[in-house]
């Protein structure tokens, strides 16, 4: 757990606001994942960096909006969110994309009120 | 549409058995497999990877895979109180993700 870390845990923001997720891996990998995890559902993949690019936008609405400044580093841009995108925010890297094993960080815990 | 099933459970096993876990898969171009497990309230963790047919072994955990019947299964064996949680299994069908089933919660019963 300790090789990816996620700022804040926990987030609580009005729909109105502007708020930013952040991600670091300290793995020395090349991918970085963003995935929702909501309450019976399976983890929804969201976006997919690859060596700093983006290589999948999964439908994902565009008050998400991911920034990956380095393979190190990666970011969630969140804007006039609704309440149904309360959930629990999860980075995760691997080597590279591609059928590699992916390490989760602790995740951010959001409520949208 | 690429999907993994697991049954959703609960699944009790008395402390000191075996815990069998099942996933089945949709897709025959599936190249590795994995389990995590996952605590309530925190997130997945890596526990076991498999990519090729048969067996592997890691302490307490086996994962076995069959690629023809399309389903990989995790056994724990000697279970104890805090292997309770919940396990989800990831398959990576050939392309750049993995896709997860909805996992399965297992209660390790004292």
């Known amino acids: 757990e300790t090789g990816v870390t996620q700022t804040p845990r926990h987030l609580v923001m009005g729909m109105t606001n502007k708020k930013s997720l952040k991600c670091e891996q300290h793995l020395g990998h090349n991918a970085m994942y963003w995935y929702k995890q909501s309450a019976k559902k399976p983890l929804e993949l969201m976006f997919v960096?690859?060596?700093?690019?983006?290589?999948e936008n999964n439908s994902v609405p565009s008050r998400f909006s991911p920034e990956c400044p380095n393979s190190s580093h990666l970011f969630l841009h969140l804007h006039t969110l609704q309440p149904e995108d309360s959930a629990l925010y999860l980075c995760?890297?691997?080597?590279?994309?591609?059928?590699?094993?992916?390490?989760f960080g602790p995740g951010t815990r959001l409520t949208v009120t | 549409q690429k999907e993994v099933e697991q049954n959703s459970g609960p699944l009790s096993v008395p402390e000191g058995a075996i815990a069998s876990l099942n996933c089945t898969y949709s897709d025959r171009v599936s190249q590795s497999f994995f389990w995590y497990r996952q605590y309530s309230g925190k997130s997945p963790e890596l526990i076991m990877s498999i990519y090729s047919n048969g067996d592997k072994e890691d302490g307490r955990f086996t994962a076995q895979l069959n690629k023809a019947s399309q389903y990989v299964s995790l056994l724990i064996r000697d279970s104890q109180p805090s292997d309770s949680a919940t396990y989800l299994c990831a398959v990576n069908f050939g392309n750049e993700k993995l896709t997860f089933g909805t996992g399965t919660r297992l209660t390790i019963i004292p």
């Open positions: 960096y690859n060596f700093k690019e983006q290589t």
């Open positions: 995760a890297s691997s080597p590279r994309k591609g059928p590699y094993e992916q390490y």
